[in-house]
């Protein structure tokens, strides 16, 4: 199964910009589609954004469309989540997961494979 790690959380203010990544290891990254997921306290995980295996495809939610970029390089076996224009309601722990379906999948119970989450704070 392939292994997963993210990285490129921290404090950011209200409409600055980061970039997460997620390093895949131990697994065929090109054969997964890729999700980043987020759960604030107090709240369910919920899908950010998805990317189907070749990168064609995507999904967001709506609450991020337009200020929210999924992408893939499947050569470094990495998944990227750019964010601009971050909100203080952005502010969650962000998780990178992996799913072996074809399409982008929005469940998360289609996701067998986790990252360890990279915490992300947008203060106002």
């Known amino acids: 199964q392939v292994q997963l790690v993210e990285s490129g959380g921290g404090l950011v203010q209200a409409g600055g910009s980061l970039r997460l990544s997620c390093a895949a290891s131990?697994?065929?990254?090109?054969?997964?589609?890729m999700g980043w997921f987020r759960q604030a306290p107090g709240k369910e995980r919920e899908l950010v954004a998805a990317?189907?295996?070749?990168?064609?495809?995507?999904y967001y939610v709506d609450s991020v469309k337009g200020r929210f970029t999924i992408s893939r390089d499947n050569a470094k076996s990495t998944v990227y989540l750019q964010m601009n224009s971050l909100k203080p309601e952005d502010t969650a722990v962000y998780y990178c997961?992996?799913?072996?379906?074809?399409?982008?999948?929005?469940?998360?119970?289609?996701?067998?494979?986790w990252g360890q989450g990279t915490q992300v704070t947008v203060s106002s």
């Open positions: 990317i189907s295996r070749s990168g064609v495809n995507t």
């Open positions: 131990e697994g065929t990254f090109s054969s997964y589609g």
């Open positions: 997961a992996a799913t072996p379906r074809v399409r982008v999948t929005l469940a998360p119970k289609e996701y067998n494979n």
